[in-house]
Structures are given as structure tokens and as C-alpha cells.
């Protein structure tokens, strides 16, 4: 298997405008989590789902994030309007239910 | 809630030399503890983990932690560095019963040197 795959690797957008950052899970997995990566704030969980549902989302900053799980082979994460603040590195993880979370190599967003 | 504190951001070893890396939990239910590894823009990698059987877990890499619950704490070591160790390290905690619900530690840097 591949591993998680997530898309773009470096992403650079200007403030305001709308970020889309893409994650394929390993296949069979029913679990996929967001996380972020901060200097000030380290790893922090986002947003996770079971089964393409999602079942916390506490840890989304703010309504300008919002997260999709269409199907078990796919997930959003969307930020809009992006601000300056919202750089930080994006980790998309996936696990069997309750499993070890494997990682993928994450985004890197720079907002300017 | 359940938390980690990583002591020490920054650890400096010689090659050879022992790598002590310290976590202390907090939580009021037996937790699930792990550390992970992150090289340079890569992603996280699991090192080990411990869910609640032998306390003393080995993992990759010749690397191995102990749970200690008189002392709330899963402090990571390996007997004998190696450069290609150098990482950051991450400390983990989720609710028992799931390993991938994750709360993580600030890391903790660590350099190798000659």
C-alpha cells in the first residue's frame, strides 16, 4: 500500500482566497483524522471521522474550516476564507477503527 | 482531559551515547501512551506504543519505553545513538481503547553529534 497520500505537498495562496487540501486514506481504513502543525501550537486534532461520518470537530478553529468525507477513499479539508494565520503544516492520518494512526507526509500551507 | 508534558525541547547526545527522552501523562483513567518520530518534511512514524499489557515496550529502531504509573510517566531511550536518530520526537496519549485518537506533546528535538 502506498500509505496516506495527501495533495498538494506546499501549497502558497493569498489571503482570503479559498484552500482546498486533499487526503486519500489507506485503503480498508474507516477512520481519518485532520491534524495541524504549528510552532506556537504543535500538533493539534482538527476533525476526525468513522466510516465517512464525522464524529468530533471540536478542534476546528473556526467556521472558515470546514472538512468532507464523501467516500472511504477520500477526504477535504477547506479553508475559506484563508487567512495568515492558517499557516502551519496539515497531517492527514488513517487507522482501522481504534488501530494506530498512520500518517501521510502532509501539506504545507503558506498563506501571504 | 488527558495531556502529555515533554521536558526538554531541545536534547543534545553524542554517538554512542544513551538518548533519554522524557513524557509525563496526566490522565484519571489508565491511558494509551506513544511516541512517534518525524524526520525532516516527513510525515509522523509510529516508534511504539503502549496499551495497557507489558509496560516495558520495545519498539523500532532499538528503541524502547517504560510505563511507570507510580510516576505518570513513558520516557523514551535507546542504549546507544546513532546520527541517523537525529528527529523530532513526539509523546502521544489517547483514550484507552483507541490508538488513534491522538493527543500530542510540544516534541522534543534531538541532536547527534560526533
Known amino acids: 500500500d502506498a500509505g496516506v497520500i495527501q495533495s498538494p505537498r506546499h501549497e502558497v495562496t493569498e489571503m482570503g482566497q479559498e484552500v482546498t487540501l486533499r487526503c486519500k486514506p489507506i485503503s480498508g481504513h474507516n477512520s481519518l483524522f485532520w491534524y495541524r502543525q504549528t510552532m506556537m501550537r504543535g500538533l493539534e486534532l482538527l476533525i476526525y471521522?468513522?466510516?465517512?461520518?464525522?464524529?468530533?470537530d471540536s478542534g476546528m478553529p473556526e467556521d472558515r474550516f470546514s472538512a468532507k468525507m464523501p467516500n472511504a477513499s477520500f477526504s477535504t479539508l477547506k479553508i475559506q476564507p484563508s487567512e495568515p494565520r492558517d499557516s502551519a503544516v496539515y497531517f492527514c492520518?488513517?487507522?482501522?477503527?481504534?488501530?494506530?494512526?498512520?500518517f501521510g507526509q502532509g501539506t504545507r500551507l503558506t498563506v501571504v | 482531559a488527558q495531556s502529555v508534558t515533554q521536558l526538554g525541547s531541545h536534547v543534545s547526545v553524542s554517538e554512542g551515547a544513551l538518548v533519554l527522552l522524557r513524557c509525563n501523562y496526566s490522565?484519571?483513567?489508565?491511558?494509551?501512551l506513544f511516541w512517534y518520530v518525524q524526520y525532516p518534511n516527513q510525515g509522523l512514524q509510529l516508534l511504539l506504543k503502549y496499551t495497557s499489557a507489558a509496560t516495558l515496550v520495545k519498539g523500532i529502531n532499538g528503541f524502547e519505553a517504560e510505563f511507570k504509573k507510580s510516576e505518570t510517566s513513558f520516557h523514551l531511550t535507546k542504549p546507544s545513538a546513532h546520527m541517523s536518530d537525529a528527529a523530532e520526537y513526539f509523546c502521544a496519549v489517547s483514550p484507552t481503547g483507541t490508538a488513534s485518537k491522538l493527543t500530542f506533546g510540544t516534541g522534543t528535538r534531538l541532536q547527534v553529534t560526533l
Open positions: 492520518a488513517s487507522s482501522l477503527w481504534q488501530g494506530e494512526a498512520f
Open positions: 490522565s484519571s483513567v489508565p491511558p494509551y
Open positions: 471521522f468513522n466510516n465517512n461520518v464525522p464524529i468530533d
